[in-house]
């Protein structure tokens, strides 16, 4: 999606009443929850409804190699049918998140950038907003990665779906790499495309803009791919385009077990994943968009593997089942636990 955040959450008692929520082996953050919870509880700002927590941290185990996916942020918004379904009747997309029991006229998504601690990698998928994202309550990810046992020095590869502002702005800080011990896994298409100068004077001008800021100072360590290519051991990256024109998949396995981190392909659980043709306006190639949301999801789907999207509701893992022309969501509850 487009770097949009924070309407609403910007504010300071949502700052103000972060806390971490801890799961799984997140056992040294332990301390962390207990007094910043305890310190949201005394001002009350734990009753506050627009205080959603953040960042919150989710752990699991996939085989031998362990994830912990951070909230960088979340966004709330109005007129949901004019992101999803811009090519239905508004009533249609009304309706349909009205008999999934969610808010017809209001819109959260999330952002969820990942790690993936390989044992002999730590990889992070995506970078959330960065100091981009701070004035209005996202660009959480360093924060929840200490929260979880890790620092920003100890991420040896960052792999990037694709060069959006909510997935880049997390590259640089201060002016510098702020993973400076990491190289990097970009889409060769997608970087062609957004570095390119003839994007100028264009809607993807912004964009452009941003990945010379975010991108271009890191070239050097960079390792770009087409669909196919490895991304490190157990990782392989396929081209899914259509949200950009170069957006990537990427397919994870260790020890039989399976998940795909399906970035953008697929932004909302109800209104992208039963309704796969809706056209969404996020998406630059929207015929081609819905071909890959189909084409990653029937793999998802018929292989029963899971999958991590980036914006779906935190912690954004799950599983897709066939139902009416799309996919039901289903979100992992304990499967990787025992
Ligand atoms: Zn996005």
Do not use: C
């Not at 889409?187 to 993807?204: I, L």
């Not at 929207?286 to 292989?303: E, H, P």
């Amino acid at each position: 999606m487009t770097p949009r955040v924070g309407s609403g959450y910007g504010n300071s008692n949502a700052n103000k009443a972060a806390h971490v929520f801890a799961a799984g082996f997140g056992l040294l953050a332990a301390p962390v929850i207990s007094r910043e919870k305890a310190a949201a509880a005394a001002t009350g700002e734990s009753n506050n409804m627009n205080a959603v927590p953040l960042p919150e941290i989710d752990q699991f185990k996939l085989g031998s190699y362990k994830f912990t996916v951070v909230r960088d942020g979340i966004n709330i918004s109005e007129k949901p049918y004019e992101t999803y379904g811009t090519n239905q009747d508004p009533e249609t997309v009304k309706a349909l998140l009205t008999a999934n029991f969610l808010p017809p006229d209001k819109i959260l998504s999330g952002y969820s950038p990942a790690l993936i601690d390989t044992g002999s990698d730590v990889i992070l998928v995506d970078t959330g907003f960065g100091a981009s994202g701070r004035a209005r309550g996202a660009g959480r990810l360093a924060e929840g990665l200490k929260a979880a046992g890790y620092s920003a020095d100890d991420v040896t590869l960052v792999a990037l779906t694709h060069l959006h502002g909510d997935h880049i702005g997390g590259l640089m800080e201060n002016g510098a790499a702020a993973f400076k011990n990491a190289r990097y896994v970009i889409g060769q298409a997608e970087y062609d495309f957004w570095s390119n100068k003839s994007r100028e004077g264009t809607p993807a001008e912004g964009g452009h803009k941003a990945v010379l800021a975010n991108v271009t100072p890191l070239v050097e360590k960079a390792t770009f791919i087409k669909d196919g290519d490895g991304v490190a051991a157990g990782m392989t990256a396929m081209l899914a385009a259509g949200h950009s024109p170069g957006h990537m998949v990427f397919h994870v396995e260790s020890e039989g077990k399976r998940l795909v981190l399906t970035g953008d392909t697929a932004n909302h659980y109800i209104l992208s994943l039963l309704r796969p043709n809706w056209e969404v306006r996020f998406d630059m190639d929207k015929a081609q968009a819905a071909a890959s949301r189909r084409k990653v999801f029937d793999m998802i789907a018929t292989d029963k593997i899971a999958f991590l999207g980036y914006h779906m509701p935190f912690p954004a893992v799950g599983f897709a089942e066939p139902q009416d022309g799309g996919y039901r969501f289903v979100p992992k509850t304990y499967q990787f636990d025992i």
